[in-house]
């Protein structure tokens, strides 16, 4: 008899059975409260006023109820998405991006210094991507570009998968400026959105060059000995077919080259903003939405096609506002019966720990644990932030701190399974998902450990 693959259900699923265990666990947990004190503005929770009230069980109504009560109150995060999404895919449908890659691309021919620097300039600008205007699902067209063009210098499959897939999921994990995991989380926790760049910006940039110097060793190892490549009989076949990916690519227009200028202003501007004048959601999404209408009319797009944009956009991300929705739905019947108090009272012990650094590198193990069911960067800061970050009020950690953790977790998204991007990568590439995780497990023990090295600075400076 044949063996069925083990595999998860929809995001959606999960978390709708999420929705109906925290249901059930109304009838069954006793409702308790902290005591809450106002401190610069935010409501911080007196560490040992827990006391019992009385519950208020959640039914099926309420049940059903829940995931349109998320929507409306997770709205202003909703609408974030959507107008950010539009806006991207405003700049994505200039061309402007896809042909700065193909031109960087293109001039290895001609140039050796892009010849040796080809791994560090692509893997930077994919995570420079992840980290600013969260590219994920993006680098996945670029597989086609990269996979031929590593084959052709001599490289192998994994080095052209890894360019623009490892480069944009460690940025994204990274990040200093996403505004789908580190903007969201911020938003939830009740941190100013984008606070704490800095130390973001040295955590990216750490990251960032460990998957350089990883990819550059791992590529010499390749070229000087190809039969060292766990995909050297794959390449043996595709090096016979005809490569594809730049086609009749002529280089650069100064219209694309103006629209990214126009991008890294509106990056430039939002930093300002956020540090200066204390810009939040609501003013960073008027930006987006300025940026994505002005750069498509510096793009020649006619407003039709700006409009289409970001429709499409906004289309795209559809699933993640749902996600945000049923994942706000969770909080609300666990606050509406008045048990959140009494679960993040069961948490502390597991979390807390004579050293602080312990409490916060449990809480990088229980977000990586939630990454491998929950891999949405949207959907696990809504479901886990709600938790995470009055948690960390009551075991000695910061909020930002806690919000680090929530993105390390995210570290693991380029080797599970369950992740849609990953197996979509593959699939493209046409290599065995085994034969991939074989590979990143040495990468993925370097993440880990990194990862708990960087969340210890914070933890020391009780960074805010």
């Known amino acids: 008899m044949a063996i069925k693959k083990f595999k998860l259900p929809h995001t ?7 929705l109906a265990l925290i249901a059930t666990a109304t009838w069954l947990v006793p409702g308790g409260k902290y005591d809450t004190h106002l401190v610069n503005g935010k409501q911080l929770i007196v560490a040992d006023s827990f006391h019992y009230v009385p519950s208020a069980p959640q039914g099926v109504v309420a049940l059903l109820k829940a995931p349109i009560k998320g929507f409306v109150e997770a709205a202003q995060i909703i609408a974030f998405v959507l107008i950010v999404g539009g806006a991207f895919a405003v700049l994505h449908k200039t061309e402007a991006v896809d042909s700065m890659i193909k031109a960087l691309a293109a001039a290895h021919k001609n140039s050796r210094f892009i010849q040796k620097a080809l791994i560090p300039v692509f893997v930077t600008l994919f995570s420079i991507g992840g980290a600013t205007f969260g590219m994920n699902e ?26 623009p897939f490892l480069g944009s999921q460690v940025g994204f994990s990274a990040a200093f400026l996403n505004p789908f995991n580190v903007g969201i989380a911020q938003g939830i926790a009740g941190v100013p959105v984008f606070s704490g760049w800095g130390y973001r910006l040295i955590a990216w940039t750490i990251a960032t060059a460990i998957t350089v110097a990883f990819l550059m060793w791992y590529a010499a190892r390749v070229k000087k000995n190809p039969q060292l490549s766990p995909t050297y009989a794959l390449d043996l076949e595709k090096r016979k077919e005809q490569p594809e990916g ?6 650069m227009t100064a219209r694309h080259k103006l629209v990214l200028w126009m991008f890294a202003g509106s990056l430039a501007i939002m930093v300002v903003g956020v540090v200066h004048y204390g810009w939040y959601i609501d003013e960073i999404a008027a930006l987006f939405l300025t940026m994505g209408v002005v750069i498509g009319l510096v793009g020649r797009l006619d407003s039709g096609q700006i409009v289409d944009g970001f429709i499409q956009g906004a289309r795209d991300l559809v ?10 739905g969770t909080m609300i019947l666990a606050r509406d019966a008045q048990i959140i108090d009494t679960m993040l009272h069961a948490l502390t012990p597991l979390v807390q720990s004579s050293s602080p650094i312990f409490t916060a590198w449990k809480m990088f193990g229980i977000q990586t644990v939630i990454n491998f069911f929950i891999h949405s960067g949207t959907g696990q800061a809504a479901l886990t932030m709600p938790i995470m970050a009055p948690l960390a009020d009551l075991v000695g950690v910061t909020r930002q701190t806690a919000i680090l953790a929530f993105q390390f977790g995210e570290l693991t998204t380029p080797m599970i399974p369950t992740s849609g991007i990953t197996v979509g990568v593959l699939a ?10 074989k590979w990143m497990i040495p990468l993925q023990l370097i993440y880990a450990v990194m990862a708990l090295a960087l969340l210890v600075p914070p933890v020391l400076m009780h960074w805010q």
């Not at 993640?320 to 706000?328: D, E, K, P, Q």
């Not at 493209?428 to 995780?437: F, M, N």
């Open 138 to 163: 993006e680098a996945i067209p670029f597989i086609l570009i990269f996979v031929p063009l590593a084959l052709a210098l001599g490289y192998d499959t994994i080095t052209g998968v890894s360019i």
């Open 12 to 18: 959606f699923v999960l978390l709708f059975i999420i």
């Open 428 to 437: 493209l590439a046409r290599v065995p998902w085994i034969t991939w995780a």
């Open 319 to 328: 699933g993640t506002a749902l996600v945000i929705a049923l994942a706000r």
């Open 246 to 251: 730049l086609g009749e690519f002529t280089g």
